[in-house]
């Protein structure tokens, strides 16, 4: 997970506050890989992504382990960037994350990629 934006000390009277973000999406290369490969990697994200919800469902609220759930979604396309402007409440802690995943090639160099959307939780994950 990477964090994409904290704010640990909440301002009580402030309701809002307007963020624009930059978010990554896709493979950290510059072609797409090939099909089976990403078929591959999607499973292992899928069997990583219920493994980690399990161990944070305590933790966090469901709204937080929907969004850890449905962040599995990788294009396959080469990493890409776009901006998202979201409004975030100040009143109380916030905590924005981006998904990413590595995975470990049989040549044995790393392959990041970027889950889909943001997860926005009141702690700290």
Not at 5 to 10: E, G, S, T, Y
Not at 46 to 71: N, P
Not at 83 to 92: K, S, V
Request: hydrophobic share 40%; proline share 4%.
């Amino acid at each position: 997970m990477v964090p994409i934006f904290q704010n640990l000390d909440p301002r009580p009277g402030e309701n809002t506050f307007s963020q624009t973000l930059t978010i990554k999406s896709g493979y950290s290369r510059e072609t797409n890989v090939a099909s089976e490969l990403h078929t591959k990697i999607a499973a292992e994200v899928e069997a990583s992504m219920k493994k980690f919800v399990a161990s944070v469902s305590g933790r966090v609220s469901s709204e937080v382990s929907a969004a850890l759930s449905g962040s599995i979604a990788i294009s396959n396309t080469a990493e890409r960037e776009q901006t998202q402007r979201i409004n975030l409440d100040l009143t109380q802690p916030v905590y924005v994350y981006q998904i990413q995943y590595s995975s470990i090639l049989a040549d044995g160099s790393a392959l990041d990629c970027w889950g889909s959307g943001l997860v926005v939780s009141a702690n700290p994950i």
